[in-house]
């Protein structure tokens, strides 16, 4: 049974930082993406960023790009999301999914690409 579980979200300040993690298991497909997704309220889920397993290719949202990095770390079948100098709009509860395939439409963060979900983690940004 694939499990992806989130952990790490909470309240921060503006300006600050906070690492969300994603730990993956039972997933055995060979070349896959870990997709980090958001959604706030009232709004549409959203894709933030993901990493391909096959090379590290990684995909960033146009509105984090420079303040979020996406990492994994394969000996812990873990990947995180170090967010930096975050703003009340980054407020949303924030998803890691997983795709059995790394495709053009996954690493540009199509939701559609995603089977498997966690069930996600809060983020607030106080202003």
């Known amino acids: 049974e694939v499990q992806l579980v989130e952990s790490g979200g909470g309240l921060v300040q503006a300006g600050g930082s906070l690492r969300v993690s994603c730990a993956v298991s039972?997933?055995?497909?060979?070349?896959?993406?870990i997709g980090w997704f958001r959604q706030a309220p009232g709004k549409e889920r959203e894709a933030v960023s993901c990493i391909s397993s096959h090379d590290g290719t990684t995909y960033y949202a146009d509105s984090v790009k420079g303040r979020f990095t996406i990492s994994s770390d394969n000996g812990k079948n873990t990947v995180y999301l170090q967010m930096n100098n975050l703003a009340p709009e980054d407020t949303a509860v924030y998803y890691c999914a997983a795709a059995g395939f790394p495709s053009t439409a996954a690493m540009s963060g199509s939701l559609a690409e995603y089977d498997y979900w966690g069930q996600g983690t809060p983020v607030t940004v106080s202003s």
């Open positions: 039972g997933f055995t497909y060979d070349d896959y993406a």
